[in-house]
């Protein structure tokens, strides 16, 4: 059994050190390393702070859920995605990650993380519901919404964000 596991860490570490760049995006050198944040149709004389960050300002805007931006939410977004990849099953990274979707203006993306915390049998079911739901209607899918709002009920009839869920999408779907 050892030499069985030994055997598959031998092949997944030389399987890991392949040399092939998996990235489409171009390959950063000294020589135009710049060029990825430097708006050239700014001058300087102008504007310098434009002039030296604009390029990158204008290929990252601030999402418009958000009043301000930085790297420390760039840094959160890819610590929750990352800790969804190493561990699948972590229900409440999933959650975390889906919430960040829907502030982030990503349904689908929040769909398919409270898809999977509700799959993983949550303590809370009926906030796993309405978090779906919640999901699905900004995603314009009003029937699923209206759906997981009800297996909300189900499970907890006087909950009051799934009955206000419920009346929201009644008056989205009009």
């Not at 055997?7 to 000294?30: F, Y």
Request: charged fraction near 25%; proline fraction near 5%.
């Amino acid at each position: 059994m050892k030499r069985w596991a030994f055997a598959v860490l031998a092949v997944a570490a030389v399987g890991g050190c392949s040399s092939r760049n998996h990235s489409s995006a171009p390959v950063v050198t000294a020589d135009n390393y710049l060029s990825q944040f430097v708006d050239t149709t700014t001058s300087p004389r102008q504007d310098i702070f434009q002039f030296a960050v604009g390029k990158w300002l204008k290929d990252h805007p601030i999402p418009t859920s958000e009043r301000s931006w930085g790297i420390g939410k760039v840094v959160q977004d890819e610590t929750y995605r990352r800790l969804v990849a190493i561990d699948p099953f972590d229900r409440e990274a999933e959650a975390q990650l889906g919430r960040l979707a829907l502030k982030r203006k990503d349904p689908l993306m929040a769909v398919r993380s409270f898809k999977s915390v509700l799959g993983s049998n949550p303590p809370d079911r009926a906030q796993a519901h309405v978090e779906l739901a919640e999901a699905h209607l900004a995603a314009g899918q009003y029937a699923d919404a209206k759906k997981q709002t009800l297996a909300a009920l189900e499970i907890a009839p006087s909950f009051e964000r799934a009955q206000d869920l419920l009346l929201k999408i009644s008056d989205t779907a009009k």
